[in-house]
């Protein structure tokens, strides 16, 4: 029987509202916070799963629904 390697990817998901000068500076600034533990992502921040399947050379990718999403040779 073939063996599959099922990659499962989570994304979660959240908005933070922050003062800056620019975009750049916004970016950085939640970005840091996100690393020191300011802004922590919980399952209730869940937006969706993606499945990879790797076999033969190939990687398929699906929705947490079942749905195929694409395939990449890797």
């Given amino acids: 029987m073939p063996k599959f390697e099922v990659t499962i990817t989570e994304i979660l998901t959240k908005t ?38 790797r076999h033969d050379g190939y990687i398929s990718v699906y929705d947490d629904n079942g749905f195929f999403k694409k395939c990449i040779k890797g």
């Fill in 16 to 53: 933070v509202t922050v003062e800056a000068e620019d975009e750049d500076e916004a970016f950085w600034k939640v970005c840091d916070d996100w690393r020191d533990g300011e802004h922590v992502l919980y399952p209730e921040d869940f937006l969706c799963a993606e499945f990879e399947v």
